[in-house]
């Protein structure tokens, strides 16, 4: 629309521009809130390699020696992963 001099999406654009200051207020900090909350699911959701995710049990083996970290953080989140978008915020 319009009103919108532009709009900057993803987890390094965290702000917009448009003609209605007090919306946009309120909708920078819903935004900022948002993205606070789901960087730890970001994180986890993208820290493994897709390449180390298998079904089959060799996965064990990459997994606890080539990324262990990863692994461990990725589990740490592991059940917020599986909730519903609605539990989040």
């Not at 920078?28 to 730890?40: C, G, T, Y």
Request: net charge negative.
């Amino acid at each position: 629309p319009e009103e919108f001099d532009s709009v900057v999406l993803g987890p390094h654009g965290k702000s917009s521009s448009s003609s209605n200051e007090e919306e946009e207020g309120d909708a920078s900090k819903e935004f900022a809130a948002l993205m606070k909350r789901m960087e730890p699911l970001s994180n986890a959701a993208q820290a493994l390699t897709s390449m180390a995710l298998r079904e089959d049990a060799g996965v064990i083996v990459p997994l606890l020696f080539r990324y262990p970290t990863e692994l461990f953080d990725t589990l740490k989140q592991g059940q917020a992963l599986n909730d519903p978008f609605g539990n989040i915020m």
